[in-house]
């Protein structure tokens, strides 16, 4: 069984930084792409940020890229997310997904159980 535990999340004041991390428990995370979503309450659930198994590619939505950055250790087993100079509008509920080779983030193969970060002005 595979599952998908977020860590890192909490509240913290405008500007400030936060890093989430995601252990992959029960199959090797060199086996997916991984990406972190994010849900605001009120608004659709939307890919954040996503990397390649091996690492070397990566992607941004608009409203993050330069402040945040995905890395992975297939080592580790874990995906993290840096998050830095954080705004109010980055309040949400952010999820770990795991996708398959070929699949469109449209349906990861699997999902964490979120972890809230809450931002403060």
């Known amino acids: 069984q595979v599952r998908l535990v977020e860590s890192g999340g909490g509240e913290v004041q405008a500007g400030g930084s936060l890093r989430l991390a995601c252990v992959v428990s029960g199959r090797s995370l060199s086996s997916y792409r991984m990406g972190w979503f994010r849900q605001a309450p009120g608004k659709e659930r939307e890919l954040v940020a996503a990397?390649?198994?091996?690492?070397?590619?990566?992607y941004y939505v608009d409203s993050v890229k330069g402040r945040f950055t995905i890395s992975r250790s297939n080592a580790e087993n874990a995906v993290y997310l840096q998050m830095n100079s954080l705004k109010s509008e980055d309040t949400a509920v952010y999820y770990c997904?795991?996708?398959?080779?070929?699949?469109?983030?449209?349906?990861?193969?699997?999902w964490g159980q979120g972890t809230q970060v809450t931002v403060s002005s």
């Open positions: 990397i390649s198994q091996s690492g070397s590619s990566t």
């Open positions: 997904a795991a996708a398959t080779v070929g699949t469109s983030w449209n349906s990861p193969a699997y």
